[in-house]
């Protein structure tokens, strides 16, 4: 079965990349939309998770943690970005023929003047730092065949850790992708770091096959003070 158009393919003919529209606007564009998801994730810790006991939550963690963490982002930006965030976004580039339903991002940024230009976050939850099986797995399968972001060159993974070091989910999954991580120069105090990939871009599609993926580590458990570091 072929798929049809939808409504918003039919409104938005021109997908260009969202990083090279974004550089258009903003040349440090990723660092700026990241920016905001640390923020947000400071609101998060001074709001929500350091008045209760995390270890005491048993059910729908992922998602209830990414719910907490949209509007907070969206409160970090200022109004006048050029994109919106989105919890649960759908990815109608990537859809099968109905009756299935297209890939849901947990979060993506939508480009305001063409909404088919997503720039996605994809989140785990690690209840320790070795299990990063899932993480691992969304990066291989999702973002690196062009099934998530295939109208971005950059995307993110967003580690939810209840126990352990950031450092050894970085070894761990460095190890699992067979890739080096670095630092992310404009967040030095977060662990926020960089992966550069080659992606499988399906036949006939001009998707970019350069691929960077950031990995950020939020902290779920065991939390300190609200991070008052800004970037």
């Known amino acids: 079965m072929s798929r049809g158009q939808t409504i918003a393919e039919l409104r938005w003919l021109d997908t260009p990349d969202f990083m090279a529209v974004a550089r258009a606007w903003q040349a ?25 006991e995390v270890n005491d939550a048993e059910e ?22 050029p994109f919106d965030i989105q919890h ?22 939508v480009w305001n003047q063409n909404e088919r230009l ?14 990063v099986r899932e993480y691992v797995k969304a990066m291989n399968e999702r973002f690196l065949t062009c099934m998530y972001a295939p109208f971005s060159s950059e995307g993110a993974m967003l580690a939810y850790l209840f126990s352990g ?17 670095a630092q992310h120069p404009g967040f030095p105090g977060r662990p926020h770091k960089t992966s550069d990939h080659v992606r499988t871009v ?3 599609k001009k998707y970019a096959a350069a691929f960077r993926c950031h990995h950020m580590v939020l902290q779920i458990s065991a939390l300190a003070e609200p991070n008052s570091q800004l970037m």
């Open 165 to 181: 070091s950031p450092q050894k989910v970085f070894s761990n999954v460095s190890k699992a992708l067979l890739c080096c991580l």
């Open 202 to 204: 399906p036949h006939a």
């Open 88 to 109: 649960g976004s759908y990815e109608e580039e990537s859809r099968q023929p109905p009756p299935a339903q297209p890939p849901q991002y947990d979060l993506a940024y």
């Open 28 to 52: 440090d564009a990723s660092t700026i939309l990241l920016q905001f998801v640390w923020r947000g994730y400071d609101l998060l810790c001074g709001e929500v998770l350091s008045r209760i």
């Open 118 to 131: 997503k720039w996605p976050l994809e989140a785990k939850v690690l209840l320790k730092d070795t299990l």
């Open 60 to 81: 729908d963690l992922e998602r209830g943690i990414t719910q907490l963490l949209e509007p907070r982002i969206r409160r970090a930006m200022t109004g006048d970005e």
